[in-house]
């Protein structure tokens, strides 16, 4: 298990403060992630630019130490330098990972972090719907995804 240090001060007034916004937004939906924060906004899109600019604006009060990430109707804080592609390069530079294929699925901006980080490892990377994205695979939709992995399995079941 990989723990980062994170300042603690800055985190915890980053979660009161997101906090206060999902309070006084109702439809606003705060997911408390242990190290990164992310305000949801999917019931309340007319917010979009009110949280994004209170998150840069608390990115910069706490000094660097967090960065925003946007996504889908999410609006997140994570530790700066940190994302998933840094996560999963970690893991897979260790055991019992160490000289696997990484096969990752994403749908989001966020994903587009692991992606990059699949490329140099030859691992396969599949976007899910539309945007742009520098997945090497690309899949309509959720279902298509069950399918595909379904597929996957009767084959690896049969010793294919």
Do not use: C, Y
């Not at 530790?79 to 998933?84: E, I, N, T």
């Not at 692991?114 to 599949?126: E, F, I, L, N």
């Amino acid at each position: 298990m990989h723990r980062h240090d994170v300042p603690l001060d800055a985190l915890e007034k980053a979660r009161r403060r997101f906090g206060a916004l999902a309070a006084q937004h109702p439809a606003l939906v705060l997911e408390d992630k242990g190290v990164n924060l992310a305000l949801h906004f999917r019931s309340a899109p007319g917010l979009r630019a009110e949280l994004q600019e209170a998150a840069r604006g608390l990115a910069r009060e706490l000094g660097g130490a967090f960065e925003v990430q946007l996504g889908k109707m999410v609006v997140e804080l994570r530790p700066s330098g940190k994302d998933k592609g840094v996560a999963i390069a970690e893991f897979l530079d260790e055991a019992p990972f160490h000289g696997r294929t990484p096969v990752f699925v994403g749908d989001d901006l966020t994903d587009e972090f692991r992606v990059r980080a699949d490329q140099p490892r030859r691992g396969h990377s599949v976007k899910v719907g539309e945007g742009e994205s520098a997945a090497r695979w690309r899949l309509p939709d959720s279902a298509a995804v069950r399918a595909w992995l379904a597929a996957f399995v009767a084959r690896a079941g049969e010793g294919a």
